[in-house]
């Protein structure tokens, strides 16, 4: 096989402070092909039905892919795979930034962590080897202070991955924060919390970055062709970033307004969109490893009703959560907001679900003032917002309630408000809706980690069409027949790219051309229909580690206002998904059985049978 990666794994047990190194087969890479492929297998033999997502017998999984550190472009990813505390079923986040890349450049493919630390620890890697050290100084620090001292005591060229001090309080919404101030993300199932209960600050590497992983002129000439196209489809995420989606997304529907309320927002979604940013407070950008894009935004703006704001600029998701959903049209309250969330380490995508919930629960006399230490949590106070953000992030107050995730909140004040929590198997919506994109229906209900827009793919209703997996034209995006199918080949066709690790926003390219590099960097060869067959193991592999938690047909659902509220105005005005309809037709196409359970004839075939 050719140089590219090295099949080779850390193990560490913070316990026993053991670490040794395991080196897995080239059956094992055929079949799951790294990343999350590998890392879900892992996680569905190490870990049971019992096994306590906050305990130390839970394994913490970071995991790069064949593409990782390669020349293929937009590559600059890893996956963080554990039971999820928020939700207690499979857990798992992608996240950009350069960790990943500096993780294959000292020569392993991933990291299985168990165990629990008796003090606050944090491992160095670097070529020479592996170091658990103190992190007493450390615990307590947020993101940005974290990555700076460490940097520090290491060299300044380490990449950091770390936790603030909502994962060290064991917060169900906080992530695992990469970049330092550039803010990239492992936000999704509170994987933070799973970091902060091993009493594990972080991960730091120091990689020779002048190392090549893989020359190869083959691979070089290839990307060399595609590269002008890359560029030109990135013009817009360059030059506005994901925000930029923002405005095209409320004309359509697809902007989720006042907890999922409303259907139109135009006037103040231009007062926020990614256009505002680039010409207001944007004041640079930032790339991931090998990447031409450069979709990050910085932003530096010195004096704000709500003090200084720094660091990397808020995506679409974030402007969706904390404006939108929240009805606050300050950009420069969501800036902050967005840094409060990197610094702390929390999910933006949940907590603005979260607030937003808190906000209707309040308009509905379910949380008096008293309740919310005070705060005036009125729809569009920006002050609010940033006062119910600094409570969670320390887990104060009605904070420490509220960072236990929507659904254990709604069930704690009870009195009808798990109506307007708005979440799936426990994890909040991310910021699009259904009603305007049917088979976002059929794909939040049967994502392996709860709602996730990136699981499947609706580009093929608004963007693009994908001739490689039969459709050669965009699809109605209100129409629901044929997308139970869809979503499920789609599911397939992204389990890939999250296992090779390369960036969604050019999931575009041609499937050759992803099977030329996969046999340009591995020797592997494979065709299209081998492709979507690892795929579709990767997916059913994951549904059977749900399915071993209890989760059925009944668990495959959407909130009741998403299935039955129409949003009376705007792009998605009277459309309704039919999930029933989708459902079933996805669980045919995946023989699986009437609840949901794949059929031992499928996994045989899949060679998943035990």
Excluded at 79 to 95: C, F, Q, R
Excluded at 429 to 457: E, N, Q
Excluded at 556 to 568: A, H, S
């Amino acid at each position: 096989m050719k140089s590219g990666n090295y099949w080779k794994l850390l193990r560490i047990n913070l316990t026993e402070r053991k670490i040794e190194d395991e080196e897995f087969d080239t059956v094992t890479l055929k079949r799951y092909m790294g990343g999350s492929g590998i890392a879900a297998k892992i996680l569905y033999e190490e870990t049971s039905a019992i096994t306590d997502p906050l305990g130390p017998e839970n394994i913490l999984v970071f995991m790069t892919g064949i593409f990782t550190g390669s020349l293929v472009p937009s590559s600059g990813r890893h996956s963080v795979v554990s039971k999820s505390p928020l939700t207690g079923i499979y857990g798992e986040s992608d996240i950009g930034g350069s960790w990943g890349t500096a993780l294959k450049r000292i020569g392993y493919d991933g990291i299985v962590i168990t165990g629990t630390s008796e003090e606050p620890s944090y491992l160095y890697l670097t070529d020479k080897g592996v170091e658990i050290k103190n992190a007493s100084n450390l615990w307590g620090k947020d993101t940005y202070e974290t990555e700076y001292l460490i940097k520090q005591e290491t060299g300044k060229k380490a990449a950091v991955t770390c936790i603030g001090p909502s994962g060290e309080r064991l917060s169900k919404i906080s992530s695992i924060m990469s970049n330092g101030d550039h803010g990239r993300a492992a936000g999704r199932c509170g994987l933070g919390a799973v970091m902060g209960s091993k009493k594990l600050k972080a991960v730091a590497v120091l990689s020779d970055k002048n190392k090549k992983i893989l020359d190869n002129p083959l691979l070089k000439e290839s990307i060399k062709k595609i590269l002008p196209l890359v560029k030109d489809r990135g013009k817009m995420l360059r030059e506005y970033g994901t925000a930029g989606q923002l405005l095209g997304a409320e004309k359509i529907g697809d902007l989720p307004i006042k907890n999922w309320n409303l259907g139109s927002w135009k006037e103040s979604a231009e007062k926020i969109c990614g256009q505002t940013m680039t010409e207001s407070i944007l004041s640079g950008r930032y790339s991931c490893s090998n990447c031409i894009i450069g979709c990050g935004r910085v932003i530096n703006i010195p004096d704000t009703p709500y003090g200084k704001v720094y660091g990397g600029g808020p995506e679409y998701e974030t402007l969706a959560a904390f404006g939108s959903m929240c009805m606050v049209d300050k950009l420069s309250a969501i800036a902050k907001a967005n840094e409060l969330c990197n610094r702390y380490g929390i999910d933006t995508i949940s907590s603005g679900n979260i607030i937003a919930f808190a906000m209707e629960a309040h308009e509905n006399n379910l949380l008096a003032k008293r309740d919310l230490d005070g705060i005036d949590l009125t729809w569009g106070n920006p002050n609010a917002l940033l006062q119910l953000l600094h409570k969670m992030g320390k887990r104060e107050g009605i904070g420490s309630l509220l960072s236990e995730g929507i659904k254990v909140s709604a069930a704690t004040i009870g009195q009808g408000a798990e109506k307007f929590a708005m979440h799936v198997k426990g994890l909040e919506l991310p910021m699009h809706d259904p009603r305007a994109l049917s088979s976002l229906a059929v794909a939040y209900a049967t994502s392996r980690i709860g709602a996730s827009h990136w699981a499947a793919s609706h580009l093929l209703e608004t963007r693009r069409a994908m001739p490689d997996l039969g459709y050669d034209v965009i699809l109605d995006r209100f129409e629901s027949k044929g997308k139970g199918i869809m979503t499920a080949k789609m599911q397939d066709y992204m389990e890939m790219v999250e296992s090779l690790k390369i960036c969604k926003f050019i999931s575009w390219v041609r499937l050759s051309n992803i099977l030329d590099w996969i046999y340009y960097i591995t020797d592997l060869k494979i065709d299209s229909k081998e492709y979507m067959t690892i795929g579709e193991r990767i997916s059913n592999l994951k549904r059977m580690y749900n399915v071993r938690t209890g989760i059925t047909r009944k668990d495959d659902n959407l909130p009741e206002r998403i299935l039955t509220q129409k949003r009376g105005e705007g792009g998605a005005s009277d459309h309704l998904p039919n999930l029933e309809l989708m459902l079933n037709e996805y669980y045919h196409y995946r023989v699986w059985n009437g609840n949901g359970i794949p059929e031992k004839e499928k996994l045989k075939s899949l060679k998943l049978e035990k």
